[in-house]
Every structure is written in C-alpha cells, then in structure tokens.
C-alpha cells in the first residue's frame, strides 16, 4: 500500500497532471476573473468561470522534477502509476528542450534535470544538471535568492532557488560531482 504522506503529495501534484497538456506543457494554473463572494457560495454554488493559465516554462520546469521525483518514491509500491509519473516527466523535459521557453529559468531546470537523473539514471540529465548548478553557484546573487523572504519580489522570473531544486543531490547514493556537492553544501552552511 502507498504509504499516506506519499498518498497526500500525490494527491497535490494532481492539479498538475490536470494542467500538463499532450505534448507535455503545463499551465501556469486555474483562476477565475474575480474570487467569490467569501461565505456567500461554495464549490457547488460558485458561477464564476475559470480558465487556465497559458503553459509557462516554470511551471513545465518543475512539474518535470515534482513528476521525476513522485515516479521514484512511489515505484516500490505502484510501478504502474509510477510510470505513469515518469512519462509525463520525460514529457515535460522534452517539451523544455524544444521550446526553450524564456520562463524556465535555471533554477526550475535544475530541478527537473536532478529529479530526471535521479529517477531515470541518464547522464545527458545529470549533465543538464551540472551545467545549470555551475551557472546558479557561480551567480552572484546566489544567496539572495535563497532567502524565502524574496517569493513575492520578481524571483520566480529571476530564478529563485529552493533547497528542493538541489538537495536530492546531496543525499542520493548515484554518481555526483563532489564539487558541486561541496558548494551547495557550503551555501547550506552560510
């Protein structure tokens, strides 16, 4: 059985199976053109229309990684779902590549390119990877970006960096460049 942390997060990743399209792009989310009249309605009694967001390079970014990283946690107890995860993964990455999209930055890369290689084992994610750690470290406003109180400036475009995006990494037992391990580590400890 799918033990029930596990159950919950995929649970939450659901809105972005929902968003993800056929050739592997996911929407940036749901809204209608207003919220509800607070107390007044519920989900039943709301009128209001929702759409979707366009397909934005961050949110196809780091469904690849949420997809990547939920397929590996969840193989050792429903490989078919599992699968399932990772192929949409694989989806959205392709997508990435091919489109280039100009609101995936970096940092949302990375972790798609991480949780990729840790999932599937594929050097060409591994270096995607360490291509995208090298720029992000080498960065000069790298712990500013860190800092959670920046979320509402202009990070998501600028490429914030969420302990998420780089931890696996120091925790897998695959190959992994002991310089880069040695780096995030560092910017841990700062």
């Given at each position: 059985?799918?033990?029930?942390?596990?159950?919950?997060?995929?649970?939450?990743?659901l809105?972005?199976?929902?968003?993800?399209?056929?050739?592997?792009?996911?929407?940036?989310?749901?809204?209608?053109?207003?919220?509800?009249?607070?107390?007044?309605?519920?989900?039943?009694?709301?009128?209001?229309?929702?759409?979707?967001?366009?397909?934005?390079?961050?949110?196809?970014a780091?469904?690849?990684?949420?997809?990547?990283?939920?397929?590996?946690?969840?193989?050792?107890?429903?490989?078919?779902?599992?699968?399932?995860?990772?192929?949409?993964?694989?989806?959205?990455?392709?997508?990435?590549?091919?489109?280039?999209?100009?609101?995936?930055?970096?940092?949302q890369?990375?972790?798609?390119?991480?949780?990729?290689?840790?999932?599937?084992?594929?050097?060409?994610?591994?270096?995607a990877?360490?291509?995208?750690?090298?720029?992000?470290?080498?960065?000069?406003?790298?712990?500013?970006?860190?800092?959670?109180?920046?979320?509402?400036?202009?990070?998501?475009?600028?490429?914030?960096?969420?302990?998420?995006?780089?931890?696996?990494?120091?925790?897998?037992?695959?190959?992994?460049?002991?310089?880069?391990?040695?780096?995030?580590?560092?910017?841990?400890?700062?």
């Amino acid at each position: 059985a799918v033990p029930d942390w596990l159950d919950e997060a995929l649970w939450g990743i659901l809105v972005w199976e929902y968003l993800q399209e056929e050739n592997g792009g996911i929407r940036g989310g749901t809204e209608a053109d207003r919220h509800p009249e607070y107390g007044a309605v519920n989900a039943e009694t709301d009128k209001l229309v929702y759409r979707t967001y366009r397909i934005y390079g961050h949110t196809t970014a780091v469904g690849a990684g949420l997809f990547a990283q939920a397929s590996r946690l969840l193989e050792p107890f429903d490989k078919q779902r599992a699968d399932g995860l990772l192929a949409r993964a694989e989806r959205a990455g392709d997508f990435l590549q091919e489109n280039n999209l100009e609101t995936a930055r970096d940092a949302q890369k990375m972790y798609a390119a991480l949780q990729l290689y840790l999932t599937t084992g594929e050097s060409a994610y591994h270096a995607a990877f360490q291509d995208h750690a090298r720029f992000l470290l080498d960065n000069p406003g790298w712990p500013q970006q860190y800092h959670t109180i920046w979320w509402n400036l202009n990070t998501m475009k600028d490429g914030m960096i969420f302990t998420p995006y780089f931890f696996s990494y120091l925790i897998t037992d695959r190959a992994t460049d002991s310089g880069i391990r040695a780096a995030f580590q560092n910017k841990l400890k700062q």
